[in-house]
Structures are given as C-alpha cells and as structure tokens.
C-alpha cells in the first residue's frame, strides 16, 4: 500500500514570497490533515478536510495561508506571503474517516524562510 | 483550549533498559491518547494508543498507561534497543473534529 505522498522535499524562499506544497494521501482515506511543525514542538493541527469539505481550520491563519481539497483527493497548502517564522516542516496526513482513527503522515516538507 | 504536556524533552539510556515518557493533558473530555514514533527525515507513526476505558495496553516491547483521575499518560519501553532511538510524540484527542493535541516531543538515545 503507498504512503501519503508530498512534494517538495525541501523549499527554500525569500520573506514575503509564495510557496506551495502537494498532499496525495492514501487511496480511499476520506479524511486528510495539514500540520505544522516548528522545530523542536509537535505538530500543531492547520486544516483539518473530510472528503472535500472542511471540518476545522481554526488554527489556520487566513489572512496568509489557504489549502483546498479539490475532488476529495488530493490537496494543496500555499502560504502568501511567506514570513520568517514560517520555517518548519508541513506535514500531511491521512485516515480513513474524521474519529480516532489511525493518522498516516507524509514526510513532510521542509520549509525555510529567509 | 486543550494543553499536552510531555516529559522529559531528552532521555538517554543504555540498551536493554527500560525507557518511561510521560504526559499529562489539561481536557477531561480527551478520550483517545496516540503514541507516535518519529525517525529522522520521516513523519510521525503510530506505534500504540489507548482509549480512556482501559487503563493499560501492551504491543510487545511497548505498553501505555493511563491514570484518568489524574490526566496522565505513560509510554513504557521495556529492552531498549538502538533502533528506538527516536523523537516519541505523545497525543490527546476528543470527540467532536476529534483534532489530535501533541505534546511537545521525546528525543530518546539508546546508548549501545
């Protein structure tokens, strides 16, 4: 079975630039999740999708990032624009359904904003 | 809003011995406690969980307990070994979008 997919690696930027990264989860996991992960903290919950609709977004800071879910698949985060303190790993994961199931990450990418 | 306090930040021990990491939440409600592993260059795996009906669970090598009065969470790593070297990530969830809190993250060494 493959894992949840993400690209890029690693992205490296300048302040107030646009980035975006791409989510491809497991096949038939209706649920799909954006972390964000600062260097040294666990991850802290962005956007939080089911199917294509979106079920919490409320640590999200609008006013710069945005994520979509078009189809119920595959799913986008952008970040415009960019700040300094937005360096950190953004992690995608998956699970069969919103609940207590199991969350499947990606490997993340990597951000550093200079 | 929820809080998931994790201890300690580093733990170093020589193999073969037992590791303990522990967490303590701040919501009563939370009902479901994920334990995650986190090797270098890879995301967060699940590696146990517990439910707050039961107290304790074991898988092998691994066991977690939890103490519901107290809102405490034990991960329990018995027979160490260099390959459990990792970054541990407790969690905390409850019902309703069911969002996972993570704690602030394990780094243990298992010394050979």
């Known amino acids: 079975e493959a894992g949840v997919a993400q690209s890029p690696r690693y992205k490296i930027i300048e302040k107030r630039q646009s980035v975006a990264f791409w989510c491809n989860p497991i096949?038939?996991?209706?649920?799909l999740y954006w972390y964000q992960q600062i260097l040294g903290q666990g991850p802290k919950l962005l956007i939080q999708?089911?199917?294509?609709?979106?079920?919490?977004d409320s640590q999200l800071p609008k006013d710069r990032f945005s994520a979509e879910r078009l189809k119920g698949v595959d799913s986008t985060l952008k970040i415009q624009p960019a700040k300094l303190e937005d360096s950190a790993v953004y992690l995608c994961?998956?699970?069969?359904?919103?609940?207590?199931?199991?969350?499947?990450f990606g490997p993340g990418t990597r951000l550093t904003v200079t | 809003g929820e809080n998931v306090e994790q201890h300690p930040s580093t733990l170093s021990v020589q193999e073969g011995d037992s590791a303990v990491i522990k967490c303590t939440y701040s919501?009563?409600?939370?009902?479901?406690f994920p334990w995650y592993k986190q090797e270098l260059g890879k995301g967060p795996q699940l590696i146990i969980d517990?439910?707050?009906?039961?107290g304790e669970k074991k898988d092998q090598r691994i066991a977690v307990t939890l103490n519901k009065t107290a809102k405490h969470f034990s991960l329990h790593i018995t027979e160490t070994q260099p390959e459990d070297s990792a970054v541990y990530f407790c969690?905390?969830?409850?019902?309703?979008?069911?969002?996972?809190?993570f704690g602030t993250g394990t780094r243990l060494k298992v010394l050979a």
């Open positions: 994961a998956s699970s069969l359904a919103t609940g207590q199931y199991e969350q499947y």
């Open positions: 999708f089911q199917n294509n609709g979106v079920v919490d």
């Open positions: 969690a905390a969830s409850r019902g309703g979008t069911y969002k996972y809190i």
């Open positions: 919501d009563s409600a939370s009902n479901y």
């Open positions: 517990i439910r707050s009906n039961v």
């Open positions: 096949s038939g996991h209706a649920t």
